[in-house]
């Protein structure tokens, strides 16, 4: 389970009124980091300040960043240090940050036209704001992902409501309730980020506009390797919830039932991309101990796992998805 980081120092409290810092950690970047960069330059929003936290790169990307040319309005700090991975680079980056208002932007991300402004405007009173996005692969963009988020946006979240990190800016005062990126769960450390933040009560705003566009690539299949570790991290991360729902009382019928779902979820993902039937029982399990009383979402599902069980209901969702493809 992952252990709480420290909170103490992972972020200075003192900041800079209006102030946006954009954390953007880096790891051999160097073809597509100057296009990120550039879409942060060309904000209309000013005062930002850029922290590019670099984690030991070894192609021309160090080189690259002593030769950019800064526009004004906007401060750009570059922080170098050995590889050690995506979350140590942006609590480091986070550590430098000076801004009221931070985010984290990917190095391979984009920020659309007006997005910073938007953001800032959008978060108004609340802790968070949450805009929509595009997927980008191949040069083409998806089309808009879009978040409605209900009284308890936690409990969204948990739904698998996730949202995109590049389309995401935070008040610093929320981040110092809340705890570090973990690099004890590298394949979920976002969901843990953000559910962190969720537990410390932080309040979110949303937009419909598109504020990012976030890179896929070829590279980014998941592998069956890579989709159990994930299921793992995921499991971590659920454990380390419930046990701060426990110590905080903070449970609800939603948010249990939520949990209880985002088990049986994981599961799912697990069997469907892995094939790993045992992973997918035992992640039932803990949905059903979670929630005694869970049952899946749709009808059909429900009837036949109580009919015949949950693995062979999955076999019956396997042979529709093959069937109305």
């Known amino acids: ?33 100057p296009a990120t960069l550039a879409s942060v330059f060309a904000q209309d929003y000013r005062p930002i300040e850029v922290i590019v936290a670099d984690d030991g790169s070894t192609d021309g990307t160090r080189a690259m960043l002593k030769a950019l040319a800064v526009p004004e309005g906007v401060a750009l700090h570059v922080s170098e240090a050995d590889h050690e991975g995506a979350s140590a680079s942006r609590n480091r980056g986070a550590r430098l940050s000076r801004g009221e208002f931070v985010m984290f932007l990917d190095s391979d991300d984009l920020l659309e036209p007006g997005a910073l402004m938007t953001l800032v405007r959008t978060i108004a009173g609340a802790d968070l704001a949450v805009g929509a996005w595009c997927d980008l692969e191949g040069g083409k963009r998806s089309e808009a992902i879009r978040r409605e988020f209900g009284d308890d946006w936690f409990v969204d979240l948990l739904n698998h409501q996730w949202f995109a990190t590049c389309a995401t800016l935070h008040r610093r005062a929320a981040l110092l309730r809340a705890e570090a990126w973990n690099g004890e769960v590298p394949h979920d450390d976002d969901f843990h980020f953000v559910a962190m933040l969720g537990l410390a009560g932080a309040k979110l705003a949303s937009t419909p506009e ?3 566009l976030y890179r896929r690539h070829d590279s980014d299949q998941i592998t069956r390797r890579d989709l159990a ?6 499991q971590r991360v659920l454990q380390r919830i419930e046990r701060d729902l426990d110590s905080r009382d903070a449970w609800t019928s939603a948010r249990r039932e939520a949990l209880a779902f985002r088990y049986f979820k994981t599961g799912r993902m697990v069997w469907y991309y892995a094939g790993d039937v045992d992973r997918f029982e035992e992640l039932v399990h803990e949905a059903i101990r979670v929630q005694p009383g869970f049952r899946p979402p749709k009808n059909w599902y429900r009837w036949i796992a109580g009919l015949v069980g949950y693995p062979n209901a999955e076999r019956v969702a396997a042979i529709g998805r093959k069937l109305f493809r």
């Open 1 to 33: 389970m992952p252990d709480a980081p420290t909170t103490e120092s992972w972020l200075p409290d003192g900041y800079e009124p209006g102030l946006i810092s954009v954390v953007v950690p880096t790891f051999n970047r160097e073809a597509l980091l």
């Open 229 to 234: 570790a994930k299921s793992h991290d995921t």
């Open 210 to 212: 598109v504020v990012a």
